[in-house]
């Protein structure tokens, strides 16, 4: 699966880690995506639910046996507006 086509997929019910962040306390974060806004995934981790602002993290998102490392400037704008590209 290349990246084009991934970002055209839906997020939410994906598995995710934060590798790369702004913010160095976000690193390493796991859990399952909930909810996404244009600028924003909320992320249900075993502790507690993390908002996450997309242009300041790059994730490894896991769907299927597939695996892809995505900056979160390429999420950034509504879910459905990126869904139609």
């Known amino acids: ?9 839906e997020l ?8 790369e962040s702004k913010n160095k306390n976000l690193i390493g974060i ?7 806004t244009k600028n924003t995934l909320i992320v249900k ?7 996450l ?5 790059t994730l490894r998102i896991f ?4 695996e892809i490392k995505v ?3 390429l ?3 509504r879910p459905e507006d990126r869904l139609k590209k």
């Open 1 to 9: 699966m290349n990246l084009k086509d991934f970002l055209r997929h």
């Open 30 to 36: 796991q859990g399952t995506i909930i909810d996404e």
């Open 45 to 51: 981790t075993p502790e507690k639910n993390v908002t």
């Open 53 to 57: 602002l997309k242009d300041q993290v």
């Open 63 to 66: 769907k299927d046996n597939h």
């Open 75 to 77: 999420l950034v704008g």
């Open 12 to 19: 939410i019910g994906l598995k995710m880690e934060v590798i």
């Open 71 to 73: 900056n979160g400037e």
